[in-house]
Each structure stands twice: as C-alpha cells, then as structure tokens.
C-alpha cells in the first residue's frame, strides 16, 4: 500500500483534500531524507514508510490544533511542536547506523 493510501485511510473520516495530502506525503518524505543523509535520493526507504504516514497525519491535523504544545486560557496562546520528526530522532538514527550512513543532520 502507497504512503498516501495509507494516509488517507487514517483520514478517512476527516475527508482530506487529496493535493494538500500529495504535498504533506513529499514534504515529509523529503526531510526525512534530509534527517537520514539521503538528501535527493531516488527511492524512499520502505522500512521508513511509516513514519512517513504518522508525519503527514500530524502535519494535516496541526491544522486543526494536534501538535500544541501549549495553550492559554485566559487567552489565546497556542504554540505548537517545531520539529515533527524529533519524535522520531531514535528510529531514524538507528537506521542510518544500520545502513551506513554518517550524515547526522539536526536542523529540521
């Protein structure tokens, strides 16, 4: 199953805009490149395939607010998580120590 099938299958019941999820599914695929050295690669990593979809679904609801890191009361003071992928720094690290890699980008 394709990244933005599954994707999609996760926001089923949030009836996605299709081009918005194609851009959501590029972008992450391509700073997860970045984060593991592999900038401009021609294929994406399968065993990355997942993070992938769990980036793009919380890149689609940090339009509506998933992702906050903190939030007012009183009044509205919402600050959301920068780095998406930092949640996934571990796993992202073990496979460029599994495959070699010794690029160790930290900027996205």
């Known amino acids: 199953m394709e990244i933005v099938d599954r994707v999609l299958l ?3 019941d949030e009836s996605p805009d ?3 999820i194609d851009e959501l ?6 700073r997860i490149l970045l984060r593991i050295g592999k900038a401009g690669a021609e294929e ?6 997942t993070i992938a979809v ?3 679904v919380k890149a689609w609801r940090r339009q ?3 992702g906050i890191a903190s939030e007012g009361v009183d009044s509205i003071n919402t600050s959301f998580v ?3 992928l930092a949640e996934y720094a571990a796993e992202l690290d073990a496979w460029k120590a599994s495959s070699g890699s010794q690029n160790t980008l930290r900027f996205l």
């Open 64 to 66: 509506y607010f998933e």
């Open 44 to 49: 994406f990593p399968e065993s990355l395939e």
């Open 18 to 20: 299709q081009k918005l």
């Open 82 to 84: 920068q780095d998406i």
């Open 10 to 12: 996760r926001l089923a």
């Open 25 to 30: 599914v590029r972008t992450a695929k391509d």
């Open 54 to 56: 769990e980036v793009t």
